[in-house]
Structures are given as C-alpha cells and as structure tokens.
C-alpha cells in the first residue's frame, strides 16, 4: 500500500501537466472552460440526458390539467381508473402482475414490450405504471420547488449577510442557526402531518422554507472572501452602487457554489419528500407519491415484489443522476480539480518538452 | 479555554430557546389537541376537554404557554426537569428516559461502523486515484446517497433475515454463489492493489482461490450452524492483527513494537482457556470490562519492557493490537454462544430477527444469550443505518485527503526521505483527520433524524416512535421533549467538534515512530 513514488518523477509530470491544461485553457472565457470541463464528466452529462428524457417521459405520460386546459398524455390509463384486476399470465393465486417484457422474442420471450401494465396493478386494479408515474411527477416538482425556494432564499440571505456583516451579518447567522437545530424531518412532519391536505405544492413550498440553511452559509463565506478582493474595490473606486457591486461583480464569481449546492440540496430533497410521505406526514392519499407507494406496499414485497420495486427504481434513478450532475458541476467549477492524464497526452507534452516546441 | 466553552455555552443556549420557541410555536398553531373531542358525541366530551385544558394549559396563548414549559425545563439547573405530561396524563420524562438508550445504541453503533468503513475506503480511493476501485466506489458512494432507507430496510429484511434464515437450516453454499463471491472479492483485491498487469493477475488469482477454498471449507463443515473460531484461528488472526497494527502504527522495522504486539497474541493464546473459563462462570459486563482494563495494563508493561527508547509509540501498538486481539477473543465467545441461543425454543433456528429491539421469549440470566440478542436485533437497523451514511465519509475523506497529499509539507516530507508510511499516516492521514472529526461529531446527532425511518421501519421503540406519536396524536409536551433531546445533542455536537478542533494540533510531533 505504502509504494515509493519517484519523486523526480512526479515534479516531471507537474510541469507537463501544466502545460497540457493551460494548452487547453488558452482563449477560453471562464464559462467557456467550466463547460468544456462539464460536457467531458461523462457521468454527469449521462445523468443529464437521463433525467431529461426521464422528465419528458414521466410528465407526458399522464393527462395534465392546467387550468381549463387538459393536456392529453400518452398512457392509456390514468391514475383515477378502475381496470379489472388481470390474472392473465400470472404465476398461480396473483393477480395485476406486470406485464413488461424486456425479453426479445428471438431469446424465447414475449418481445420487448410494455404491455396492458407493464408494472403491474395495485390492490384495487389501478393501473401501477400510472401511479409511479403520477409520483415521479410529485417527487420532481418537490425536488424542482424545493431547489428553487431553498437556492433563492439561501442566496438572499447568504449575499447579505456576507456582503454587509456587521449586525446584519450576526442576526442573520443566528436566525440559520435557529433554524438548523430544527431537524427537517421535524419541521416537515409537524406541518405536513397537519397541512398534508394542502396539497404537494404547499409540501414542497415549506419545505423550501426551511431547506435554504447550508447553502446560505456557503454564500456567507464566499461574499466574505470576495468582498476583499481587488476587483471589489476597484467597482466601489470607479463608483458602482452596492447593488451593482453585488450583481455584476460578487454574484457572478459565486455563482459555482450557489449551482453546486442547489444541485445537492436538490438530491436531499426528493429523499426528504420520500421520507416524509413515507411516513405519512409529506404527500397524502388520495395524491400519489413515490414513498407513499413504498410505504403502502412495503409488505407486498414477497408476494408482489414489483409494487416496491419500480418506485424505488425511480427514486433511485432521479436522485442518482442529481447527484452525479452535481459532482460534474463541482468538478467543473473547481479551478484546482485535475483530470486524469492519458498516456497518450503526457507522451505529447514531454516531446514538446524536450524538442522545445512552445506550447 | 473555560472562559470560551462558558460563552460557546451561553450562546447554544440562546439558539436552543429560539429555535425551541418558533417550533413550539409552529406546533401549536399547527393543530388543535381538542379536535378528536370537539367533533365527539360522548356525553363526557365537554368534562374531558375541560380536564385535558386545565391539565395542559390549553387556555394559555402558546406564545405564553411555552414559558410555562420552558421553566419545567429549566428545572434542569436545580436538578429537577419536568417535561411535562403527555395526553395519556403519564411523564414525559419517564417515556423518554427509556427511549433515550434504545436510540443512542442504535445511531452510535451505526456511526461507528460507518466512520470506520467510510474513512478506510475514502482514504484507499484517494491513495489509488483514477484506479478502477476509485471509480466503483465513487460510483457505491452516490447510489448509497440516493438510496430511501425505507427501502433499502425492506431488501435488508428480506435477503439479510429472511433468506439467510432460510440459509442457516441447511448452511451449504451453492457452488454458483462460492464462485460468484470468490471471483468479486478477487476482483475488489486485486483493483485496490496496484502494480503490472502480471501482479494484478496474481492478486486476483490469490484471491480468489484462497476466499473460494475457504467458502468451501465453511460450506462442507456447515461452519455457520455452529460456528467459532477456537484457539488455533485465533491466534493466527492475533498474529496477523499484530503484524497490521505495527504496520500501519510504527512500521515493521520499528522492533520493540513488532515484539510487543507478537508478545501480546502469545499472552492471549497462553489466556485463551483461562479466558473461557472466566467467560463461563462469571460472564456480566462488569468482567468485560475488567479484562478490557487488564488487556491494558498488559500492553503496557509489555510495551515498556521492550522498549528501550522510544516508548510511547511501541506502548501504542501493543494497546491497539491487545484491544482487536480482545475484539477477537469475545467474538469467538458470542460464535461459540451462536448455536446454543438458535437452539433455544424462544429463537427456534431464525435467529436474525426483522423487527423488534428484543426477543421477550428469550429467558433473562444468561449474560451471553442476551447480550447476543441484542446484537442481533441490532444487525439490520445498524446495516441500514451504515448503508445510508458511510458514503459521505468515503467522499468527504477522499476529497479531504487528495487535499492535503497536494500540501508543500507533504512534499517536504517526502523530500526529507521520510517512509511512505510514515507520511501518509502520520502526516497526512492526521491533517485528514481534522476537519472529518468535525464532520463526525455534527453527523452522529444528524443522524438521529435518521434514525426516525429506521426505527418506524424495524419496529423499534425509540425516540423516533415517540416522535411519530407525538405528532399524530398531537402530543406538544412529547414532541417538545423529542425536539429538546436532539436539538441539545445537535448543538452539544457542535460544541464538541469545535472543542476537539482546537485539541487535535495540525503540527507534527518530532519523534520517531
């Protein structure tokens, strides 16, 4: 475990390193770089394309009401039907088992298909695929409100504090504080289990409310540090407001931990939500939700193992590609992170090097 | 130092009445205790609400209503805290005090086997960057943050209780998954070790073969009905744990430790029968305990013997190594206890349990069976509690390590010729370790909002239990009991990890070792 490096070795490779990145960097405006770092996170840029795809499919599926308007979707069942329970193709005594197949007929399967219901129906026929559809919609809505209320509030608060500090700063500090020591959990259950009727809009609206703590301490320090910076003083000299000195010069050099942190208080949220229907406090029948679907069907797991499989898939599935997006965020905007070095590359810089071609 | 934990003090508790008032506030006006009766055709409605009024003071505005709970409280300074009643007119002080150690038993085991894996893999990960084990467990690491525990509860139930119960009527392994098992971990070995493809190949067939021998040993011999590890085994483990231990601790070509752990596997092989015999007649905690302070007393007069110079880091290691060779030794008890308690008629050959904290069939007296059923109750709540959290400390550890091996001090080092070993784990891993201590304290209390799913789900009775009655039968003395216990721990957390901050210097003793 304990090898010796070759110390000569690895200062080598720094010089060569350098000038591969600063190669790569040449021209290149800030946002320029941190998105050609983003699109090479092959990670991230994977889960991207996942959840977007996942989104476009997960929202079309069901009719959508807005207003007077009815979006018509593409599932043949909503989540309000009552279909008979099938028994076709079901192992002996189960009954709304799924019909999806991923098999292809050739291998001796059905083909891939979906099917009437290819994940299968609950106690009293509905359609499954629709409910955990219905519930991803509610679990990325309160992802998406979550992140947005929680990232503009903890900017707010997070700027002001750290641009004006002083008393601001200490009241605003000791009110995150208050708010910290109160477990979400608590502060969901206690309002949700009581409000859970409002409906998931004003779940996700309150929780928002109480999600923005760590993000705005984040902001807090990074003001602190770039108030002190050179071009601050610079802007406040040339007689900028302190408005402008906020948005046009602080904010925009922020902006990396802001993205990053939301991207991760966006993860946290969907398994807040979760947890919380789950235990009945967050989204409550007759409203679907992924951890209500859980919750309900928890003991059906050894006799219809699909009812708990495919809405925890899902959950899964959302909060796994929030997650890697906002590691290939962080890598991106983190002017220390170092790719690894092909061979390849190291090869080609050390013969620039040694043939002294300038870089 | 006084003069500041004094003023850190006062302002926790300046936070802990604020956040207290606006959650007991925000409970109050969430809902009404009387609604069940208000709506109640019972002809003693109207008697009831007045006595549940009077009893908790509904007539007071909560705003109001909350000082006369916060002077129960502060009871605490004159040592009598009063946390009221709940609905049922009981204390709330006597619910909590038994709900108290089922929670911190659960969330402390559980945060100990996390901080231990957690930190081991992060700092692999970091030390092999870029490898394929770097990249699994980055990979491990984000599906463990996206998983529900609810859900992982539900498969850990299943595969961890229910199968392996199954398993252990008939304990023969399946060739399919002796194989299977045999090729995985010599893959993982052989990802973790670096070197030439030659190498690699080597480590994995090493690997394999030598897990794949073993699975079968275990499987011919029905090893899990009846298991244990007897004298042989474990000394050769004990050396093996004194060889580890100099290794990561002093480093092999430090002598006097080398001798001293070796020294402290051949005291524990020449005790195994003693040890049995004390194990036998006169088990309780109490005897742990004492043998834990011998084992003690043991290395250190065994380190001082053979250390002629340097005896703090030689007195170290024969510690640590006589504290896992104990681990070891009490481990092979409990095995050897495993098959008298499956056979008893209270665990009737399922012994790893889906729900509860204890078996109540199990007959108290025998210090062993109930201490074993314990720890059986605890495998999955602490499985899943560990599932969940371990994964932050892997990236947390890696990230903070990466950090710190790019510090010009670990260079210097380094370039002073010292050991690899001695500059990862003296240098570097001790600078990582500063900021994860932080990470650690403030965890352990978060984690007790974890603690409310894994609780509901394994059926624990616990402060998580106490918490979902509270709020479903709208109990605010309850609730504000919960709150105050974790609330306190969450800030005591906070104070902790400052005050263990500033007590692990950042600078490097000079000393070999």
């Known amino acids: 475990m304990f090898k010796r490096k070759n110390v000569v070795e690895i200062a080598g490779q720094d010089g060569g390193e350098n000038a591969i990145f600063n190669k790569e960097t040449e021209g290149l405006s800030q946002g320029q770089i941190v998105l050609k770092r983003f699109i090479r996170h092959r990670g991230a840029m994977g889960s991207l394309f996942v959840i977007a795809i996942l989104m476009i499919f997960v929202f079309s599926a069901l009719d959508q009401k807005i207003g007077p308007f009815k979006i018509p979707g593409w599932w043949h069942y909503n989540t309000e039907d009552l279909p008979e329970l099938r028994s076709i193709g079901c192992k002996e005594g189960l009954v709304g088992c799924p019909t999806i197949s991923l098999r292809p007929s050739i291998l001796g399967g059905q083909g891939i298909g979906l099917g009437e219901h290819p994940f299968g129906q609950d106690d009293i026929g509905r359609d499954y695929f629709a409910l955990v559809m219905r519930g991803a919609q509610r679990s990325m809505m309160v992802m998406f409100v979550i992140g947005a209320i929680g990232g503009t509030l903890g900017t707010i608060v997070g700027s002001i504090a750290g641009f004006y500090r002083g008393w601001v700063d200490a009241v605003l500090m000791r009110f995150t504080d208050f708010i910290i020591t109160i477990p979400a959990i608590i502060i969901g259950s206690v309002v949700g289990y009581h409000y859970g009727n409002l409906g998931v809009g004003f779940l996700a609206f309150y929780l928002g409310l109480f999600a923005w703590t760590g993000l705005s301490r984040l902001v807090r320090g990074e003001f602190l540090t770039l108030r002190e910076r050179e071009f601050v003083d610079a802007a406040r000299v040339a007689g900028a407001s302190n408005k402008r000195i906020i948005f046009k010069h602080i904010l925009p050099n922020a902006v990396g931990v802001i993205i990053v942190s939301v991207t991760l208080l966006m993860s946290g949220a969907i398994l807040l939500e979760t947890a919380l229907s789950y235990l009945g406090f967050g989204v409550v029948a007759p409203d679907v939700s992924l951890g209500l679907l859980i919750s309900q069907y928890q003991d059906s797991f050894t006799t219809r193992p699909w009812l708990f499989w495919y809405p925890g898939l899902f959950i899964i599935t959302i909060a796994l590609s929030i997650n890697f997006i906002g590691d290939g965020l962080r890598d991106a905007f983190d002017p220390r992170q170092r790719r690894r070095i092909s061979k390849k590359e190291r090869h080609t810089a050390r013969v620039m090097h040694k043939t002294g071609v300038q870089k | ?513």
């Open chain 2, 1 to 513: 130092m006084v003069a500041f934990i004094f003023r850190r003090l006062g302002m926790l508790a300046v936070i802990l009445f604020g956040s207290s008032f606006i959650l007991y506030n925000m409970a109050a006006i969430s809902g009404d205790p009387l609604e069940g009766l208000r709506t109640s055709t019972d002809p003693n409605a109207a008697r009831q609400m007045a006595v549940l009024t009077n009893e908790l003071k509904l007539d007071v505005p909560p705003p109001l209503r909350y000082f006369i709970w916060l002077r129960g409280i502060l009871g605490l300074f004159v040592g009598h805290i009063d946390f009221g009643m709940t609905r049922d007119a009981q204390l709330v002080s006597s619910a909590i005090v038994t709900a108290v150690p089922t929670t911190v038993r659960l969330v402390f085991f559980a945060t100990i086997t996390a901080i231990i894996l957690g930190i081991t893999i992060g700092i692999v990960t970091a030390l092999r960057q870029y490898s394929r084990f770097d990249y699994a467990m980055t990979f491990v690491a984000f599906l463990m943050f996206s998983l529900p525990i609810f859900w992982v509860a539900v498969l850990l139930k299943e595969f961890l209780a229910i199968q392996f119960n199954n398993f252990l009527a008939n304990p023969q392994i399946p060739n399919g998954w002796i194989i299977g098992l045999s090729v995985a971990n010599g893959v993982i070995w052989s990802a973790i070790i670096s070197g030439d493809r030659k190498r690699v190949w080597q480590v994995f067939v090493g690997v394999a073969l030598a897990t794949g021998g073993l699975l079968s040993y275990l499987s011919i011999t029905s090893w899990f009905a009846k298991p244990g590890l007897g004298p042989i085994v474990t000394f050769g483990l004990s050396i093996g744990i004194a060889y580890g231990v100099t290794q990561l601790s002093t480093g092999l070509k430090n002598q006097a430790a080398l001798r001293s752990a070796q020294t402290m596997a051949v005291i524990s092989l020449i005790l195994y029968y003693p040890n049995q015999y004390l194990f036998d007649h006169y088990a309780s905690g109490l005897l742990i305990l004492g043998q834990l302070v011998t084992t003690f007393a043991i290395a250190a007069a065994v380190g001082l013997y053979f250390a002629k110079t340097d005896r703090a880091p030689t007195i170290r290691t024969a510690m640590i190594a006589g504290f896992l060779i104990g681990v070891i030794t009490v481990v092979d008890r409990f095995m050897h206890t495993w098959n008298p308690y499956m056979s008893t008629d209270a665990v009737n050959f399922r012994p790893v349990p889906t729900t509860g904290q204890v078996n109540p069939l199990l007959e108290p007296g025998n210090f062993w069976f109930s201490s074993l059923d314990i720890l059986v109750h605890m495998f999955l709540p602490t499985i899943a509690l560990t599932l969940i959290s371990f994964a932050g400390y892997i990236r947390y550890s890696r990230g903070t390590l990466l950090d710190v091996l790019n510090q010009d001090y670990i260079r210097t080092a380094r370039a002073k010729g010292l050991t690899e070993r001695t500059v990862i784990m003296r240098h570097a891993f001790r600078n990582t370790m500063i900021p994860l201590t932080t990470i650690m304290v403030v965890d352990f209390a978060g984690i007790i909002g974890g603690a409310i799913i894994t609780e509901r789900v394994f059926g624990w009775i616990g402060m998580g239990t106490l918490f979902n009655r509270a709020i479903t039968t709208f109990d605010l003395n309850l609730l504000m009991a919960v709150f105050f216990i974790t609330g306190s721990l969450t800030v005591l957390a906070n104070l902790v990890a400052d005050l263990l901050y500033s007590a692990l210097d950042p600078r490097i003793r000079t000393g070999k070792g």
